[in-house]
C-alpha cells in the first residue's frame, strides 16, 4: 500500500529531526542520550573502512570521547566541535525504511573562562553523511550511519 503524502511528510520530519537532535547530542557530548537515537543494534560506520561503534553502548562511549578528539591546542577539558549540519535530504523508501543524506561542516575550538566567549579554529572539514533509518518499536530509529570527509580544510 502506497503511502500518503501526510505519511511520507511525517517520516521525513521525523528522520530529518533525528539527524539534527543526533549532532546536538554529539556536540554537547552526552553519549547515551546520542545513542538512543539508534536502533538497538544500530551501527556507526567509522570513516574509510567496514569496522563499526554496534550497539547503543559502543555508540555512547564513542560519543563520550569527543572531548579527546578535535581542536588541536586546547586542554582536552575546554576543547568544543561543532557540526553544522546542510542539505538534509531525506528519502522515504518503504513505511519501514528511509535514507538521510546531509552535509556536515565541522567547526572546531575552545572553552574560554566563565562568561567569556571561546576561540573557534575555524572549519575543520565537511563531511558527507548517508544514514538508513527504520521504524522500530521505540519509533524512527538510525539503523546505521556513515560518514564520509569530503573536504579538509587547510
Known amino acids: 500500500m502506497a503511502l500518503s503524502d501526510t505519511e511520507r511528510h511525517a517520516i521525513e520530519w521525523e528522520c530529518a529531526q533525528n539527524i539534527v537532535r543526533f ?5 554537547g557530548v552526552r553519549g547515551e542520550e546520542a545513542a538512543a537515537l539508534f536502533a538497538k543494534d544500530g ?3 567509522r570513516e574509510g573502512d ?84 527504520k521504524k522500530t518499536d521505540e519509533g524512527w530509529k538510525i539503523s546505521t550511519k556513515r560518514t564520509q570527509r569530503e573536504l579538509r580544510i587547510g
Open 50 to 133: 567496514e569496522s563499526a561503534y554496534t550497539g547503543r553502548e559502543e555508540i555512547a562511549h564513542h560519543v563520550n570521547t569527543l572531548p579527546t578528539r578535535g581542536a588541536s591546542g586546547f586542554a582536552p577539558e575546554l576543547k568544543m566541535v561543532f557540526h553544522l549540519v546542510n542539505n538534509i535530504e531525506v528519502t522515504v523508501l518503504d513505511a519501514e525504511t528511509a535514507e538521510v543524506r546531509a552535509l556536515t561542516a565541522i567547526v572546531s575550538g575552545g572553552r574560554a573562562a566563565a562568561g567569556e566567549v571561546g576561540t573557534a579554529k575555524g572549519v575543520s572539514s565537511i563531511l558527507r553523511t548517508l544514514e538508513v533509518h
Open 23 to 27: 549532532y546536538n547530542r554529539l556536540d
Open 43 to 45: 551501527k556507526w560506520f
